[in-house]
Nanobody
Framework: QVQLVESGGGLVQAGDSLRLSCAAS????????MGWFRQAPGKEREVVAG????????YYADSVKGRFTTSRDNAKNTLYLQMNSLKREDTAVYYC??????????????????????WGQGTQVTVSS
């Protein structure tokens, strides 16, 4: 079992920055790729970003490319999402997710929620203006 706990959300103004953290515990050795998803009111859950186990491969949704950066520190079992130049449309509940290490990922895999086994509880990001 793997537990994911997110932190760093809050209320900010357009143009501000936030860094979300996702701390993993439990059988973290069994995890591989990780990702960030978000769900805005009245909308479907959508992928934001993802990374493979080593952090050497990253994926970003077109809507956040150039503004968001995901990284991981495996020594701390923590995944990060640095969000810059936030826009009102970034307002959503943000979730982190982890896949089993045995799950194979390609460049087309990161957007598929079914690839991920473990999910955090979500953290609210609200961007005003």
């Amino acid at each position: 079992q793997v537990q994911l706990v997110e932190s760093g959300g809050g209320l900010v103004q357009a143009g501000d920055s936030l860094r979300l953290s996702c701390a993993a515990s439990g059988r973290t050795f069994s995890t591989g790729a990780m990702g960030w998803f978000r769900q805005a009111p009245g909308k479907e859950r959508e992928v934001v970003a993802g990374t493979n186990w080593s952090g050497g491969t990253t994926y970003y949704a077109d809507s956040v490319k150039g503004r968001f950066t995901t990284s991981r520190d495996n020594a701390k079992n923590t995944l990060y999402l640095q969000m810059n130049s936030l826009k009102r449309e970034d307002t959503a509940v943000y979730y982190c997710a982890a896949a089993r290490r045995s799950m194979s990922f390609t460049s087309d895999s990161y957007s598929l929620s079914g690839k991920y086994t473990y999910w955090g509880q979500g953290t609210q990001v609200t961007v005003s203006s």
